[in-house]
């Protein structure tokens, strides 16, 4: 029996003082922050295993991730147009057009979907080479590229559904299907890296094959919810698929300059990874160790910088600017004092975690001192991802593009080149020229949110 998304009454949106806003805030970012950080202890499980093969290994998985992470932008870039969109329309009370918005982002990543992972799959070797991979690195790496690319279908898929769940304000959902994926992706690395319990010890390959079998489970689990229907939203094919050219053409403008800034995001980032990868393997295996480490400072900002697209889109379709305004500022704090607290852990233990990496203490103090470095950019690197996470939920995509692009292209690809290749600093120069980038955008998308211009924005 067709069963139609939650109705009004589930939609009421409370009015908020300092301290509703917190718990509001809390409620919806505390699930992906527990998913965020969860995930990326995933990560850095997954590289220790990856580590223990040797340098070749721990490089040719992190230049592998790098024309992943740039093929992903597409999907990002869409999401972000979704859970505008979806939020949107939730604030107004019309879960129908968000159910709507659903369906047609689903068609989207499937026809991307398959492109993508073609054209990755068939050209992974090289890829790699493009990189600036060594003989030995495109050799281990070219396998597991090509097993990931293959299955990047399916990532899109979960990555698609998830941000329609988002945008309609259920962060529980894909923070459980998340968390039982990675936990699968971890435990077959284990067998399928190592050849456990009669399986064949595959190496690097094996932890491609993880990687890929889990993000399929995933996809999977969050279909089977969206068909289901009972999260304000559902994907309904009863009535067949029509493209709706309005909404598409609504979660392509909003989405359009988040396509540049992830392009442009994910192209600096391609490129910074090859004047690092020209240092040699060992020093892109410290760099590769330290960007793992220091992925877990980036989930405080990301999980309250969802919770803050939501919440601006929805309170923006409530037409209640003032709260949407408010929540932002209380994601802004709260992420930030995460964050402050994170950093302070890697900037007086990161030694220690990189340990657990490798056994390489030439590796290990490298990454020890980049960590050091970069912590000065942890306050930035919080304020720009929350509050650029505000604009995107307000449909302003602009400006994050902007800022983006001025610190990616001139503060980590232009003077981290400059610091490595005429100053002569090596892996720390290319650090600061990170921690400059951070700096640079946080400046920047803090001065936009505060012209308030934003709460003008039609979506």
């Given at each position: 029996m067709h069963r139609e998304p939650a109705r009004a009454a589930h939609l009421e949106m409370p009015t908020l003082d300092k301290a509703a806003a917190r718990q509001v805030v809390w409620r919806l970012s505390a699930p992906t922050l527990v998913e965020m950080v969860l995930v990326s202890l995933v990560g850095m499980a997954d590289m220790i295993q990856v580590g223990r093969v040797g340098p070749e290994a721990i490089t040719a998985v992190g230049l592998t991730n790098q024309p992943v992470m740039l093929l992903q932008s597409v999907f990002m870039a869409l999401n972000v147009g979704t859970t505008a969109l979806v939020a949107r329309f939730i604030g107004m009370q019309k879960p129908k057009e968000a159910s709507d918005t659903l369906k047609q982002t689903f068609a989207?990543?499937?026809?991307?979907?398959?492109?993508?992972?073609?054209?990755?799959?068939?050209?992974?070797?090289?890829?790699?080479?493009?990189?600036?991979?060594?003989?030995?690195?495109?050799?281990?790496?070219?396998?597991?590229?090509?097993?990931?690319?293959?299955?990047?279908?399916?990532?899109?898929?979960?990555?698609?559904?998830?941000?329609?769940?988002?945008?309609?304000?259920?962060?529980?959902?894909?923070?459980?299907?998340?968390?039982?994926?990675?936990?699968?992706?971890?435990?077959?690395?284990?067998?399928?890296?190592?050849?456990?319990?009669?399986?064949?010890?595959?190496?690097?390959?094996?932890?491609?094959?993880?990687?890929?079998?889990?993000?399929?489970?995933?996809?999977?689990?969050?279909?089977?919810?969206?068909?289901?229907?009972?999260?304000?939203?559902?994907?309904?094919f009863s009535d067949g698929y029509r493209p709706n050219f309005d909404i598409l053409r609504r979660i392509i403008t909003i989405g359009f300059p988040a396509a540049l800034e992830q392009g442009v995001l994910r192209t600096g980032q391609v490129l910074f990874a090859k004047v690092v990868s020209s240092l040699g393997t060992v020093t892109f295996a410290a760099h590769q160790t330290s960007?793992?480490?220091?992925?877990?400072?980036?989930?405080?900002?990301?999980?309250?910088?969802?919770?803050?697209?939501?919440?601006?889109?929805?309170?923006?379709?409530?037409?209640?600017?003032?709260?949407?305004?408010?929540?932002?500022?209380?994601?802004?704090?709260?992420?930030?004092?995460?964050?402050?607290?994170?950093?302070?852990?890697?900037?007086?233990?990161?030694?220690?975690?990189?340990?657990?990496?490798?056994?390489?203490?030439?590796?290990v103090l490298a990454s020890a001192f980049v960590l050091k470095i970069y912590a000065f950019a942890q306050p930035a690197q919080s304020i720009q991802f929350i509050l650029a996470g505000g604009l995107r939920g307000a449909g302003d995509t602009r400006y994050p593009l902007y800022s983006t692009a001025l610190g990616m292209w001139v503060g980590r690809v232009g003077l981290g080149w400059f610091f490595v290749n005429v100053v002569g600093l090596g892996l720390p120069g290319a650090w600061l020229g990170m921690a400059i980038d951070q700096i640079v955008r946080g400046v920047l998308i803090a001065l936009r949110f505060r012209t308030g211009k934003w709460k003008e924005v039609k979506v």
């Open positions: 989207m990543v499937i026809l991307l979907g398959l492109t993508i992972s073609l054209f990755a799959g068939f050209t992974s070797s090289a890829i790699l080479e493009f990189m600036g991979a060594e003989p030995e690195v495109v050799r281990v790496g070219t396998p597991y590229f090509r097993v990931v690319a293959f299955g990047f279908v399916f990532n899109a898929i979960a990555m698609g559904l998830a941000s329609a769940l988002r945008g309609a304000g259920d962060t529980r959902t894909p923070m459980t299907v998340n968390l039982v994926a990675n936990a699968i992706n971890i435990t077959f690395n284990y067998i399928l890296i190592w050849g456990k319990f009669g399986f064949p010890r595959w190496g690097v390959f094996g932890a491609g094959v993880a990687t890929t079998f889990s993000r399929v489970v995933a996809a999977i689990w969050f279909l089977i919810i969206a068909l289901r229907g009972d999260k304000r939203i559902r994907l309904d960007m793992n480490i220091l992925s877990l400072t980036f989930m405080p900002g990301l999980a309250f910088s969802t919770g803050c697209t939501t919440l601006v889109g929805q309170y923006l379709g409530a037409k209640r600017p003032e709260d949407a305004e408010r929540c932002a500022h209380t994601s802004r704090n709260m992420g930030l004092a995460v964050g402050g607290a994170m950093a302070l852990v890697f900037l007086f233990f990161g030694k220690y975690i990189a340990m657990l990496y490798t056994n390489d203490m030439s590796v």
